[in-house]
C-alpha cells in the first residue's frame, strides 16, 4: 500500500515550476537521443546504417544545431502538460484511495497513466509538430516556426492531422502501466526489504529500470504513433517515412511486413540510453530547485543543503510560516512612545 504523500512547505505553483525547470533541463541535456530516436522510429533516411552514422550525416548536412531539432516544441509543452497531468492525477488518486487515505500501487500506476492519457490528448497537437520538426530538413523547411507549423498543417491537412496518431499513444498506456505495475510489485524482493525502507538511490534505479521495462513494452505503439504523426502528402518525401499505409492497423502491418518484427523496436536504443541521464538531471535539478524555494520561504538554512533552520515548525505551510514570522516581527517591534509622536 502506499499514501499520497506531498511536501506541504513548498506551494503548488513552486512545485509546478520546479518540474518544468527540471523537465526541461533535461529534456535539452537528452534531445539528441530523443531526435535519434524519431528519427529511427519514423525510418527516415539517416538511420539507414545505423545511428551513430545518422547523428554524423545529420550533422554533415544540417549542422550541430540539427541535433536540437524540436526541443522547443517539447520544452513549452512541458508545463501544460505536467499541470494537466498534476490536477488529473490528484483526482483520480483521490478517487482510488481507500476509506484510510491509503491506495495500492496498482491503482496509483493507473490513476497516473489515466492522468497522462488526459494531458497526452489535451496537449496532443504540440507532439505532432514536434515530430513534424523534427523529420525536416532544417536547412530546406517546410515549416518556419512553431505557429507556423500549426498553422500550416490546421489549413493544409486539417484539424485531424493534428491529432494523427493518438490511438497508438492511448492504447500504449496499456502495456506502459503493466510494465511499471510488474516492476513495483517486484521490488521488494528484488531489494529483500520493504518499498518504504528504500534510499534515494534505491528509488532512483527503481526508476530508471520501470521505464525502461514499460518503454520496451510499449514501445511498438509510440513506433506507430511517430510514423502516422509524421506522414503527410504535403511534406518532401511523404515525410520520410519509410513506409506508407492508411490507418494505424495498416501501419503495425506495413511495418512489420516491410521491416520484420523488430521494426516496431526501432531507436529503442538511444531510447534507453536516454533514461538514466534523462532522470539523473531531472532529479537533481528537481531537488536542487526545491532546495531554493524551500531557503526562500524560510525552512532551510542554505539552498545548497537541507540543514533546517532552527526553531522553524516545518509541518506549517508556506503561507502559515509567514503569517507567523509577520505576527512576530509586530509583536518584537519597539512601540513609539508619545512624546515621539
Given at each position: ?208 529500470v520501470a521505464a525502461a521495462v514499460a518503454q ?126
Amino acid at each position: 500500500m502506499a499514501t499520497l504523500r506531498r511536501d506541504g512547505r513548498v506551494t503548488a505553483l513552486q512545485r509546478l515550476g520546479c518540474a518544468g525547470l527540471a523537465g526541461a533541463v533535461s529534456l535539452s541535456l537528452t534531445a539528441p537521443l530523443e531526435l535519434l530516436t524519431v528519427l529511427a522510429q519514423v525510418g527516415t533516411w539517416h538511420c539507414g546504417r545505423g545511428l551513430r552514422d545518422a547523428g554524423r550525416s545529420l550533422c554533415r548536412t544540417e549542422g550541430v544545431r540539427a541535433l536540437w531539432k524540436g526541443n522547443l516544441t517539447a520544452c513549452l509543452r512541458l508545463c501544460p502538460y505536467s499541470a494537466l497531468q498534476l490536477a488529473a492525477s490528484r483526482r483520480l488518486v483521490t478517487l482510488f484511495m481507500d476509506e484510510l487515505g491509503h491506495i495500492s500501487h496498482w491503482r496509483a500506476i493507473m490513476a497516473g497513466s489515466l492522468a497522462g492519457m488526459v494531458a497526452t490528448i489535451a496537449t496532443y497537437p504540440t507532439d505532432v509538430i514536434k515530430t513534424r520538426l523534427i523529420v525536416q530538413n532544417r536547412l530546406e523547411p517546410s515549416y518556419e516556426g512553431i505557429l507556423h507549423a500549426f498553422c500550416k498543417i490546421y489549413h493544409q491537412e486539417g484539424l485531424r492531422a493534428l491529432y494523427r496518431g493518438v490511438s497508438p499513444a492511448i492504447l500504449g498506456a496499456v502495456p506502459f502501466s503493466a510494465g511499471s505495475f510488474f516492476v513495483y510489485i517486484s521490488l521488494d524482493k528484488i531489494w529483500q526489504e520493504p518499498i518504504v525502507n528504500f534510499t534515494p538511490l534505491q528509488n532512483f534505479i527503481n526508476g530508471c529500470v520501470a521505464a525502461a521495462v514499460a518503454q520496451t513494452l510499449s514501445f511498438p505503439f509510440e513506433t506507430v504513433k511517430r510514423k502516422m504523426q509524421a506522414q503527410s502528402p504535403w511534406l518532401p518525401h511523404y515525410g520520410g517515412v519509410d513506409v506508407h499505409f492508411t490507418g494505424m492497423a495498416d501501419c503495425f502491418r506495413q511495418t512489420v511486413k516491410n521491416k520484420g518484427v523488430l521494426g516496431l523496436w526501432s531507436g529503442l536504443t538511444p531510447s534507453l540510453l536516454k533514461i538514466v541521464p534523462y532522470f539523473g538531471v531531472m532529479f537533481s535539478t528537481f531537488e536542487f530547485c526545491k532546495r531554493v524555494c524551500l531557503y526562500r520561504n524560510g525552512y532551510i538554512e542554505s539552498p545548497l543543503n537541507y540543514k533546517l533552520t532552527p526553531g522553524v515548525d516545518q509541518s506549517l505551510h508556506p503561507q502559515e510560516l509567514r503569517e507567523l514570522n509577520l505576527l512576530r516581527r509586530e509583536n518584537f517591534e519597539p512601540r513609539k512612545s508619545a512624546l515621539e509622536n
